[in-house]
């Protein structure tokens, strides 16, 4: 079946020890999505690529960075995590065109804890 | 500014009554999700919804989309403990490339 999978499921760091998170798609889809959600709160969008094209949100902290090396893999790497960035990541795929609606699929995420 | 007001924010309800959850904004959307998320999951697509006044019905699940784009409602028809869940709406704007989301409503259905 086509779907979003994420790695890991769940993810324990330190404060200060940088982490990397991953994203793979086997829907072809040309868009790629990073949120972070927080308990009982809506996703917040970080940053997504249209193809090669990164755009990052304005609120989203430095300390938050994307690479996507192929059509199929999105990476999320959080430098210097802080307690405050303990929280569920989301990535979400959507195939973006003239005329298509923008439907977004979401992969079951990756819960991340900072000690 | 919340731009789509989901309400009512938490509900309890027993299992066989009838619900419905409200997305509403100010501004017209191109289309407008819902998704269910369960805990420690990622959000689940219910439907999409693009045309204004269009309803939508999946099993006891009737979705519609107002007559402007601007809101949506989702009704369940008796209820079941399965159901229980946060529902998100999320609505696309005209040339915006991201979703908006509601705040979400969580669904706890009691047997």
């Known amino acids: 079946d086509a779907m979003v999978i994420q790695n890991p499921r769940y993810q324990v760091t330190q404060f200060g020890k940088p982490v990397t998170l991953s994203c793979s798609q086997t829907l072809n889809h040309n868009v790629m999505y990073w949120y972070q959600q927080k308990s009982s709160q809506a996703p917040k969008l970080l940053f997504h690529y249209y193809d090669k094209d990164f755009n990052n949100e304005a609120d989203t902290p430095d300390n938050f960075q994307s690479r996507r090396p192929n059509t199929s893999f999105c990476f999320l790497d959080i430098r210097s995590p802080g307690l405050g960035d303990a929280a569920m990541y989301l990535c979400?795929?959507?195939?973006?065109?003239?005329?298509?609606?923008?439907?977004?699929?979401f992969g079951p995420g990756t819960r991340l804890t900072v000690l | 500014t919340q731009l789509l007001e989901q309400s009512p924010q938490f509900l309890s309800i027993q299992e066989g009554e009838n619900l419905t959850v409200y997305c509403n904004s100010s501004s017209v959307f191109s289309s407008l999700q819902w998704y269910r998320q369960e805990p420690g999951e990622g959000p689940v697509l219910l439907v999409t919804?693009?045309?204004?006044?269009e309803v939508k019905k999946l099993k006891r699940l009737t979705f519609q989309f107002g007559d402007a784009r601007k809101d949506s409602s989702l009704h369940i028809t008796a209820a079941q403990p399965g159901d229980t869940g946060l529902y998100l709406c999320?609505?696309?704007?005209?040339?915006?490339?991201?979703?908006?989301f509601g705040q979400g409503t969580r669904l706890t259905i009691n047997p």
């Open positions: 919804v693009v045309t204004g006044g």
């Open positions: 979400a795929t959507s195939r973006r065109g003239t005329g298509r609606v923008d439907t977004q699929y």
């Open positions: 999320a609505g696309e704007r005209q040339g915006a490339q991201k979703l908006v």
